[in-house]
């Protein structure tokens, strides 16, 4: 099992950015993938997520109606479009599948990407 997130950069707030977590080496179908943040001196906290079963969305209040998680099924890749960034969105963002009961609880998740650094500064 595979994930690679990326797509994170510098940008500027009130821009964009579209993260990418590319899954191999197990049934995109049979899982949950979801986002994760962490911020320096902060807890991990759940971002988004998307049920790949039966495609329901979840989102942080934090972002919800900025952020849209969704999946390409030719490329078993899931994004993450990130839109009127905020400060406050700064952190390290990662990717992460398994089959959670809540869906914002990182230990539910059975398997990570590495991080990839959202920063928005001006």
């Known amino acids: 099992v595979q994930l690679q997130a990326s797509g994170g950069g510098l940008v500027q707030p009130g821009g964009s950015l579209r993260l990418s977590c590319a899954t191999s080496?197990?049934?995109?179908?049979?899982?949950?993938i979801g986002w994760f943040r962490q911020a320096p001196g902060k807890e991990r906290e759940g971002v988004s997520c998307?049920?790949?079963?039966?495609?329901?969305?979840y989102y942080a209040s934090s972002v919800k109606g900025r952020f849209t998680i969704s999946r390409d099924n030719v490329e078993n890749t899931v994004y993450l479009q990130m839109n009127s960034l905020k400060p406050e969105d700064t952190a390290s963002y990662y990717c992460?599948?398994?089959?959670?009961?809540?869906?914002?609880?990182?230990?539910?998740?059975?398997?990570w990407g590495q991080g990839t650094q959202v920063t928005v500064s001006s």
């Open positions: 992460a599948t398994g089959t959670p009961l809540v869906w914002a609880d990182p230990s539910e998740y059975d398997y």
């Open positions: 080496g197990f049934n995109l179908d049979d899982h949950a």
């Open positions: 998307i049920n790949l079963a039966h495609g329901s969305t």
